[in-house]
Antibody
Framework: QVTLRESGPALVKPTQTLTLTCTFS??????????VSWIRQPPGKALEWLAR???????FYRTSLQTRLTISKDTSKNQVVLTMTNMDPVDTATYYC????????????WGQGTLVTVSS | QSVLTQPPSASGTPGQRVTISCSGS????????LNWYQQLPGTAPKLLIY???QRPSGVPDRFSGSKSGTSASLAISGLQSEDEADYYC???????????FGGGTKLTVL
């Protein structure tokens, strides 16, 4: 059974750095074709992909946020970490981690999401 | 402004068939497979259709997907009240080197 769970602060101040951890089970990020992505959804708005890390440690970032994002993995702990620097109120959103597989052409399992509010 | 274009809303009565469109370009839908996601109110999205027209196990065959050129559509037949949700299309974009989503379509069952 595939599960993903996001953890991190619910509230961050403007200019601070956000660190989110995705802890997953039911699959391994050492398996060929396996990937984990971070996707966010501002309140009442559409989904927005942020970053992805692949089984072979390839990393992909949303172009417009590339300078602020870092994604990494700890395969021994089944965790993927996303950091986003210089947080702003417009970054307020529910942040999801999700599994991607090459064979399904995209995300096939989602975490429940964690709401992050940016406010002073 | 989303890279993939969906109608903001759609509606139908129970038992009806409704379709939701998704329009893109040669760098995304035109050259990569498309997925559809269903997001029930207050919950995380769920994979509904992958690789244009494949259903994951557990998804009723009332849901079907198709793709032609740079456009795709999701069809829901035998509409039920529990189908009321937001629906998103998504595809990898070769120019942006990442997946792109549609703006979402809110389906209302009248």
């Amino acid at each position: 059974q595939v599960t993903l769970r996001e953890s991190g602060p619910a509230l961050v101040k403007p200019t601070q750095t956000l660190t989110l951890t995705c802890t997953f089970s039911g699959f391994s990020l050492t398996t060929s074709g396996m990937c984990v992505s971070w996707i966010r959804q501002p309140p009442g708005k559409a989904l927005e992909w942020l970053a992805r890390i692949d089984w072979d440690d390839d990393k992909f970032y949303r172009t417009s946020l590339q300078t602020r994002l870092t994604i990494s993995k700890d395969t021994s702990k089944n965790q993927v970490v996303l950091t986003m620097t210089n947080m702003d109120p417009v970054d307020t959103a529910t942040y999801y981690c999700a599994r991607e597989r090459v064979i399904t052409g995209g995300v096939d399992f989602w975490g429940q999401g964690t709401l992050v509010t940016v406010s002073s | 402004q989303s890279v993939l274009t969906q109608p903001p809303s759609a509606s139908g009565t129970p038992g009806q068939r409704v379709t939701i469109s998704c329009s893109g370009s040669s760098s995304n839908i035109g050259s990569n497979t498309l997925n559809w996601y269903q997001q029930l109110p207050g919950t995380a999205p769920k994979l509904l259709i992958y690789n244009n027209n494949q259903r994951p196990s557990g998804v009723p065959d009332r849901f079907s997907g198709s793709k032609s050129g740079t456009s795709a559509s999701l069809a829901i037949s035998g509409l039920q009240s529990e189908d009321e949700a937001d629906y998103y299309c998504a595809a990898w974009d070769d120019s942006l080197n990442g997946p792109v989503f549609g703006g979402g379509t809110k389906l209302t069952v009248l």
